[in-house]
């Protein structure tokens, strides 16, 4: 008997997608340095908080899709919206 076939996630279609255009796997890749591991950086601290379901999942696909930390994108959030509300 054959299984019927799971429907993919969003997620696993936007992987998918970028994938098929990822650069040929006989490119050579480029010379990189790598950066300190934040938990072992003197300028993080680890923060632990809860997200609404929702807005996790948006800031995970917007991860995926500009190829960001989400901490990262999360950091720059937090510091436009402080400097904003600084200006008020």
């Known amino acids: ?3 019927a076939k799971k429907p993919e996630s969003k997620f696993s279609e936007l992987m998918a997608s970028r994938r098929s255009t ?3 796997s006989n ?3 480029d010379e990189k340095v790598k950066p300190i591991a ?3 950086s003197e300028e993080y601290i680890k923060a632990n908080f809860y997200l609404p379901k929702d807005l996790y999942k948006q800031l ?3 991860s995926v899709e500009l190829e ?3 901490g ?3 950091a720059q959030a937090l ?3 402080m400097a904003k509300r600084s200006r008020v």
């Open 1 to 3: 008997m054959a299984r």
């Open 22 to 24: 990822s650069p040929p």
């Open 27 to 29: 490119s050579l890749p």
């Open 38 to 40: 934040k938990s072992t």
């Open 60 to 62: 995970k696909a917007l």
């Open 68 to 70: 960001q930390d989400m």
């Open 72 to 74: 990262d994108l999360t």
């Open 79 to 81: 510091q436009e919206w």
